[in-house]
């Protein structure tokens, strides 16, 4: 929607990070049958793990790295002196295939950068230019680099599959970018799950319920049902907040453990933005702006089928449409584009009165009228 109409585009914060494209739906790696071995899929391997490796021109020296999936680790430096204190690092995966590391607020550069190999527990980098790394991988946080996994407990099982009841796990890239897929563990063997496929407007699409069980024979979690053809079973493991479904034909898959209903995808959660979404259709909403002036305020009203018209001022109205998200947020956007983040703000509704607001911008107050207050 325009500034002048809902006043959101401003309120979005701008956030960039360092994306690659998803490794695709579970179900479709369960049908691969293969292990990472280089670049994309060597890097998947490191992810949760340590990497320890000596760079050409230091001797005695060796840098261990701990790999976080959203693309940082944190890294150390052990040598005939002493150890250096831990430090932030930043790793990607390129779009060439090259895997890089490199401090944190620094640029990399070619002797940062190079194709990875994991044969086991080896571990090789192959610069552009130069001798090659070498280096080992060694499970989990060895080097005790992750403040996270210091203070809990590493759970496998039966333990890590009932930590996820009442939880949620949410898919990201390898290296950073945003959440593509969430499932939503309920007792009783339920998983809620949703796709937020769109590149610049996060949008949880709920897909059809799943089942999960148990495997008695070895404890490992298995989803069927929905979009799953037959099952999937993976063994699971929780270290901090990353979650490991491992299955011995793909390797393993990574997730990251949110507490609750993180992403709203629980039944009550959808009731709730029904109500709220009920409230709206049919009707007007009135909001005032910020300098209380009458002709800079807004007026939307909202039909059924997600259209509606919008006016701001003494302008002529102007064909939106709408949606209410499983957080509670609503988006509005002129009829003709896709909608984007900005174009959203948190509802709240309290009889006739209404609220819009977003992170650090001043609420907006509203208020709703029954029918179309827009009719000639």
Not at 285 to 314: C, I
Request: aromatic content about 8%.
């Amino acid at each position: 929607m325009r500034v002048k109409i809902m006043q959101f585009r401003t309120w979005a914060i701008a956030a960039t990070a360092l994306g690659l494209a998803p490794v695709g739906n579970l179900a479709a790696h369960a049908q691969e049958g293969s292990r990472p071995e280089v670049a994309h899929k060597a890097a998947r391997a490191l992810v949760g793990n340590t990497l320890v490796y000596a760079k050409p021109g230091q001797p005695g020296a060796e840098i261990g790295v701990f790999l976080y999936l959203d693309g940082t680790g944190r890294a150390i430096t052990r040598g005939p002196d002493g150890a250096s204190e831990p430090r932030a690092i930043r790793w990607a995966n390129l779009s060439d295939g090259k895997f890089c590391i490199t401090d944190l607020g620094r640029q990399p550069w070619d002797g940062d950068c190079g194709i990875l190999s994991v044969d086991g527990a080896s571990a090789t980098l192959a610069p552009p230019s130069g001798p090659e790394w070498s280096g080992r991988v060694l499970e989990g946080d060895a080097w005790r680099l992750d403040p996270a996994t210091l203070s809990g407990e590493r759970l496998t099982g039966r333990a890590a599959i009932d930590a996820l009841v009442g939880n949620t796990l949410v898919f990201i890239p390898e290296g950073g970018g945003r959440e593509y897929r969430a499932h939503y563990f309920m007792p009783g063997g339920t998983a809620r799950r949703a796709h937020n496929d769109q590149p610049y407007f996060d949008h949880w699409v709920l897909q059809a319920d799943e089942k999960w069980s148990i495997r008695g024979r070895d404890d490992q979690l298995c989803l069927s049902g929905g979009q799953w053809k037959g099952s999937f079973c993976a063994a699971v493991a929780i270290a901090g907040d990353l979650v490991t479904l491992r299955d011995d034909r793909i390797g393993p898959l990574h997730a990251r453990f949110l507490k609750g209903d993180a992403r709203h995808l629980s039944p009550a959660a959808g009731a709730e933005t029904r109500k709220m979404a009920d409230a709206l259709i049919g009707n007007t909403m009135l909001l005032k702006a910020a300098d209380r002036q009458a002709e800079t305020d807004s007026v939307v009203y909202f039909l059924r089928d997600g259209s509606g018209l919008a006016k701001w001022g003494d302008g002529a109205p102007t064909s939106i449409k709408w949606l209410v998200q499983t957080d509670g947020k609503l988006c509005v956007a002129e009829q003709w584009r896709d909608f984007r983040d900005q174009d959203c703000a948190s509802l709240s509704i309290d009889g006739d009165a209404v609220t819009l607001a977003a992170p650090d911008r001043p609420a907006i107050p509203g208020q709703l009228l029954k029918g179309n207050a827009l009719k000639p």
